[in-house]
């Protein structure tokens, strides 16, 4: 079974700092989905890559597929309080969308 | 903005009892899911379905059920809650079955005592 592995588990940033978020996968991916998360609440989807060598921004936030298409990474430029959350990174196998996660990333925004 | 609603967000109840957790969305979706989720871990696939009358099993074994009579109702149900069975419990769904992208509600935050 396809397996994700995301780094760091948590990061402490001072407002305005840059910051990245890498998300490895044991297997080749079909798709790789970041979203943020709210402690106790929801998913909210942030970017969907799917070709080898993809890269999307929106806002701030960066993500970038590798070429062989088992590693992610996020990339939060200037950060803000904004930007705190946990960030997931999900991965569709191929089978039927059904997603497997990654076990998140905490981050703190020190303002 | 997604459109898919869970209810109740917060639930604490009694060993023994059975609860219903609702989920419903208003984007025509086929697809949809049910995630459990513990604090400080990874979200787990308990169930899915690809539309009406279609349910599954997901990779984690769940004491839960689902049914799926309409396309935008999603119930799961447990028979007998049990203090193990305490955990954020989140629903999702996507409109294709390869590439989608999967809308997530608020999340049930389930205590059972």
């Known amino acids: 079974s396809q397996e994700l592995e995301q780094s760091p588990q948590s990061l402490i940033v001072q407002e305005g700092k840059n910051l990245t978020i890498n998300c490895t996968s044991s297997?080749?991916?079909?798709?790789l989905y970041w979203y943020k998360q709210k402690y106790g609440e929801g998913l909210i989807f942030l970017m969907m890559l799917q070709k080898g060598g993809e890269e999307k921004s929106h806002e701030k936030i960066t993500a970038k597929l590798d070429e062989k298409k088992q590693q992610s990474s996020l990339h939060i430029t200037a950060s803000q309080p904004s930007h705190a959350g946990i960030y997931l990174c999900?991965?569709?196998?191929?089978?039927?969308?059904?997603?497997?996660f990654g076990a998140g990333t905490i981050l703190r925004v020190k303002s | 903005e997604a459109d898919i609603y869970q209810t109740p967000r917060y639930l604490v109840i009694g060993t023994g009892k059975k609860i219903t957790l609702e989920c419903s969305q208003t984007m025509g979706h086929d697809k949809m899911y049910w995630y459990q989720q513990d604090p400080g871990m990874e979200l787990h696939l308990i169930h899915y379905?690809?539309?009406?009358?279609?349910?599954e099993k997901g990779d984690l074994s769940s004491e839960s059920t689902v049914s799926r009579i309409r396309t935008e109702h999603f119930p799961l149900t447990l028979e007998s809650a049990r203090p193990s069975h305490t955990s954020q419990y989140l629903c999702?769904?996507?409109?294709?079955?390869?590439?989608?992208?999967?809308?997530f509600g608020a999340g049930t935050r389930l205590s059972v005592l």
């Open positions: 379905s690809y539309g009406v009358n279609s349910t």
């Open positions: 999900g991965a569709d196998g191929g089978y039927g969308n059904k997603l497997v």
């Open positions: 999702a769904s996507s409109e294709v079955v390869t590439g989608g992208i999967q809308y």
């Open positions: 297997k080749t991916l079909y798709g």
